[in-house]
C-alpha cells in the first residue's frame, strides 16, 4: 500500500508500473529475439559460404580429374585413361577367358587440312569425328585418341573376323561422310588396324603395337580401308622402320639422284623438255625406285625437304643443257600432295628461281589430277600463284581421275599429260582409243599442250601422230637417264 493515495489511485498506479514492465520486457524480447535471428541468419550465410567455397574446391578438383583423363579438345577418354581401361580388360579377359579388340585409328592426310584450313579447322573436324565415332559404336565400346589425328577403340568381347570388319567398314562410311568446315564441304578418310587378344599380344603394348602396324598396313594399302593383324606385317615394319631411317640419312648422304625422260615433239622427233624423276642410290639396297621410298617419303613429311633438293637440282641441270649450247628444254618436276599444300612451297620456288637465275618458263611443275579433289578452291588459289612467278603447270595422270571440264575452264594449264594406263590399249580397246581422242581434241581447243605418257610401241605412237597428238614421251622413245 502506497501512503496518502486512495485505493483506487493505488491500483491505478500498479497498472501503470505493470505496464511499463511489460514494455521494457516485450522490448528486451524483442531485442533479444532480433540479436538470436541477426546471429542465425549470419550463421547460416557462413554456413553457405563454407559449402560454396567447398563446392567450388570440389568442382575444381573434380574439373582437374577430368582432365587428367580426358582429351580437353574431344572431351575422349586419353591415352593414360584409356592405358587403365585397357591394362583392367586384359586383366578381366584372363580371368574370365573373353577376347576382345582394338583399332587403331589414324585420320588420311589430316596434316593438309591443318595446313590449308589452319589449326582451328583441324580441331573443329577432330571434334565431329571423335563424335562420330561415338555415334558409330556400341555403348559398351569405348572411343579415346591417343593425339593429334590418332584415335583407339576398345571393342569388348568381340573377335569375330566378320564381325569386326563389319564395324570396321561402319567407321570407315561415319567417317567419309562430308565435313562442313570453313565454308566448304571437305571429305577425309581414315585407315584403321585390328589387334585381337591374346592371339596378336597378352599385353597392352603389344596390342597397341600391332593394331598400329596393322593401320600402317592398310594406309599403303590406299588408305579410306581397314587390316588385321598378322605376324608377316612384323617383318614389313621392321623393315619400314629401316628404311625411314636411311631415308633420313640418305639427303645429308647425297644418295639422292635424278634421271631424266626427255618428251618429243611427235611430229618432229625433236626433244622439247624432260621429266625429273628421283632416284636413291642407297649403299647396300642399291638403286632404289621411287614407290619403294616415296610413299614413306611423304608419310613422314620428308619428302619437303627432299622436294626442294629435286627442285633446285632440276633448275641446275636445265641451265647446264643452256651451258653446253642445246635448244632451251623445260624440265619437268613432279609435287607430291604433301608438297602442294606447303606453307614453304612458294617461297622455295621464287627462292630457287633467283638462286639459280633459271627462265620461269622453263620449269614446269606437275601435279596429279586426284591433287584438287580434297580441297579444290584452295588447291586453284596455289595453282594460281605458282603461275604468277611464270612457271608453267601440268596436270597428270589424267583420264584416270574426276577432272571436268570445268576444272579446265577455271585454270589454264599449260600440259596436260595423258596417263600411261589410257596409252597402253588404244590400240586394242575401243574405250580407251576414244578416250584418248576426246581429251586430246579437248586440249586442242583450250589451247592445252597434250603430252601422252607411257608410250612402249610402234603402233602406239603412230595413233597418237594420227590423233594430232602434242608430245610424246616412253620407252619406245628412249628409257630414263641420268642428267648430262
Known amino acids: 500500500m502506497i501512503l496518502g493515495l486512495s485505493e483506487q489511485e493505488q491500483l491505478?498506479?500498479?497498472?501503470?508500473?505493470?505496464?511499463?514492465?511489460?514494455?521494457?520486457?516485450?522490448?528486451?524480447?524483442?531485442?533479444?529475439?532480433?540479436?538470436?535471428?541477426?546471429?542465425?541468419?549470419?550463421?547460416?550465410?557462413?554456413?553457405?559460404?563454407?559449402?560454396r567455397i567447398l563446392a567450388e574446391q570440389l568442382s575444381h578438383a573434380q574439373r582437374v580429374e577430368?582432365?587428367?583423363?580426358?582429351?580437353?579438345?574431344?572431351?575422349?577418354?586419353?591415352?593414360?585413361?584409356?592405358?587403365?581401361?585397357?591394362?583392367?580388360?586384359?586383366?578381366?579377359?584372363?580371368r574370365y577367358n573373353r577376347r576382345f579388340a582394338l583399332l587403331?585409328?589414324?585420320?588420311?592426310?589430316?596434316?593438309?587440312?591443318?595446313?590449308?584450313?589452319?589449326?582451328?579447322?583441324?580441331?573443329?573436324?577432330?571434334?565431329?569425328?571423335?563424335?562420330?565415332?561415338?555415334?558409330?559404336?556400341?555403348?559398351?565400346?569405348?572411343?579415346?585418341?591417343?593425339?593429334?589425328?590418332?584415335?583407339?577403340?576398345?571393342?569388348?568381347?568381340?573377335?569375330?573376323?566378320?564381325?569386326?570388319?563389319?564395324?570396321?567398314?561402319?567407321?570407315?562410311?561415319a567417317v567419309s561422310q562430308p565435313f562442313r568446315l570453313a565454308e566448304q564441304d571437305l571429305r577425309i578418310t581414315v585407315s584403321i588396324g585390328i589387334s585381337v587378344f591374346p592371339g596378336d599380344?597378352?599385353?597392352?603394348?603389344?596390342?597397341?603395337?600391332?593394331?598400329?602396324?596393322?593401320?600402317?598396313?592398310?594406309?599403303?594399302?590406299?588408305?579410306?580401308?581397314?587390316a588385321f593383324y598378322c605376324e608377316e606385317l612384323n617383318a614389313d615394319s621392321l623393315e619400314r622402320l629401316a628404311l625411314e631411317s636411311s631415308l633420313r640419312q640418305a639427303l645429308d648422304g647425297g644418295e639422292f639422284l635424278l634421271f631424266y625422260q626427255d618428251k618429243y615433239d611427235i611430229h618432229s622427233n625433236e626433244i622439247t623438255g624432260?621429266?625429273?624423276?628421283?632416284?636413291?642410290?642407297?649403299?647396300?639396297?642399291g638403286l632404289v625406285l621411287p614407290h619403294q621410298f616415296l610413299p614413306l617419303a611423304e608419310e613422314t613429311g620428308l619428302i619437303v625437304p627432299i622436294g626442294k633438293w629435286v627442285l633446285e637440282t632440276a633448275c641446275n641441270q636445265a641451265l647446264d643443257w643452256l651451258?653446253?649450247?642445246?635448244?632451251?628444254?623445260?624440265?619437268?618436276?613432279?609435287?607430291?600432295?604433301?608438297?602442294?599444300?606447303d606453307a614453304h612451297l612458294l617461297g622455295d620456288i621464287d627462292e630457287i628461281l633467283q638462286s639459280t637465275g633459271l627462265d620461269p618458263a622453263l620449269l614446269e611443275l606437275e601435279i596429279s589430277e586426284g591433287l584438287l579433289l580434297s580441297d579444290f578452291e584452295r588447291g586453284l588459289e596455289i595453282l594460281h600463284r605458282i603461275k604468277a612467278l611464270g612457271v608453267r603447270i601440268a596436270i597428270g595422270n589424267f583420264g584416270t581421275g574426276y577432272t571436268s571440264l570445268s576444272t579446265l575452264e577455271k585454270f589454264h594449264f599449260d600440259t596436260l599429260k595423258i596417263d600411261g594406263s589410257v596409252i597402253r590399249?588404244?590400240?586394242?580397246?575401243?574405250?580407251?582409243?576414244?578416250?584418248?581422242?576426246?581429251?586430246?581434241?579437248?586440249?586442242?581447243a583450250m589451247a592445252i599442250t597434250i603430252v601422252a605418257e607411257g608410250v612402249e610401241t610402234q603402233e602406239q605412237a603412230k595413233f597418237l601422230l594420227d590423233s594430232s597428238c602434242d608430245q610424246v614421251q616412253g620407252f619406245y622413245y628412249d628409257k630414263p637417264s641420268p642428267g648430262k
Open 104 to 173: 587403331f585409328l589414324d585420320l588420311d592426310r589430316f596434316k593438309i587440312i591443318n595446313d590449308t584450313l589452319g589449326h582451328d579447322a583441324g580441331d573443329e573436324l577432330l571434334i565431329e569425328v571423335a563424335k562420330r565415332l561415338n555415334e558409330a559404336l556400341r555403348e559398351t565400346d569405348t572411343v579415346a585418341r591417343l593425339g593429334g589425328d590418332e584415335f583407339v577403340v576398345l571393342l569388348p568381347e568381340m573377335n569375330d573376323e566378320a564381325q569386326l570388319s563389319a564395324v570396321a567398314r561402319k567407321v570407315l562410311s
Open 323 to 341: 651451258a653446253q649450247g642445246l635448244t632451251p628444254r623445260c624440265v619437268s618436276v613432279n609435287l607430291t600432295p604433301r608438297q602442294f599444300t
Open 201 to 226: 599380344g597378352e599385353d597392352e603394348q603389344t596390342l597397341l603395337k600391332n593394331a598400329d602396324i596393322a593401320m600402317y598396313h592398310a594406309k599403303e594399302g590406299g588408305k579410306n580401308n581397314y
Open 274 to 285: 624432260a621429266e625429273a624423276l628421283l632416284r636413291w642410290q642407297h649403299p647396300n639396297l
Open 425 to 444: 590399249d588404244v590400240t586394242r580397246e575401243d574405250s580407251d582409243r576414244k578416250l584418248t581422242e576426246a581429251i586430246i581434241a579437248v586440249g586442242r
Open 66 to 94: 577430368y582432365l587428367a583423363y580426358h582429351d580437353s579438345l574431344t572431351g575422349l577418354p586419353n591415352r593414360s585413361y584409356f592405358s587403365q581401361l585397357l591394362s583392367r580388360g586384359i586383366a578381366e579377359a584372363k
Open 12 to 51: 491505478q498506479a500498479s497498472e501503470v508500473l505493470r505496464r511499463l514492465y511489460l514494455q521494457r520486457a516485450g522490448a528486451t524480447t524483442a531485442l533479444i529475439l532480433l540479436i538470436a535471428g541477426l546471429v542465425f541468419y549470419l550463421s547460416r550465410q557462413l554456413q553457405r559460404s563454407r559449402q
